[in-house]
């Protein structure tokens, strides 16, 4: 099994900052594409930010400068630095993995069980 397991999120002020992290364990042979999604109440799943394997990330217009997606490879995780936070960003962040458990299997979706971001003053 492949477990994501989130943390940063918390309360900030407007125009403050925060970093979260997702690390993934369990069987794991490779991961290819990691990205951070997030949901408010009452509307869908968003996507905020990727990464592929090889370090490229594309970006929400909604977040484009103020959010940074990275990955450490070495450790499996996955980070995203939130720069001048708005009230709008008041969401819960789920990472997205995508994974493959071994060499003889294809490659499969993981989610994280979400932290929630709060942007408020």
């Known amino acids: 099994q492949v477990q994501l397991v989130e943390s940063g999120g918390g309360l900030v002020q407007p125009g403050g900052s925060l970093r979260l992290s997702c690390a993934a364990s369990?069987?794991?042979?490779?991961?290819?594409?990691l990205g951070w999604y997030r949901q408010a109440p009452g509307k869908q799943r968003e996507l905020v930010a990727t990464i592929t394997s090889g370090g490229s990330t594309n970006y929400a217009d909604s977040v484009k400068g103020r959010f940074t997606i990275s990955r450490d490879n070495a450790k499996n995780t996955v980070y995203l630095q939130m720069n001048s936070l708005k009230p709008e960003d008041t969401a819960v962040y789920y990472c997205?993995?995508?994974?493959?458990?071994?060499?003889?299997?294809?490659?499969?979706?993981?989610w994280g069980q979400g932290t929630q971001v709060t942007v408020s003053s």
């Open positions: 997205l993995a995508e994974v493959r458990r071994s060499y003889y299997t294809g490659w499969s979706n993981y």
């Open positions: 369990g069987s794991i042979f490779s991961i290819n594409d």
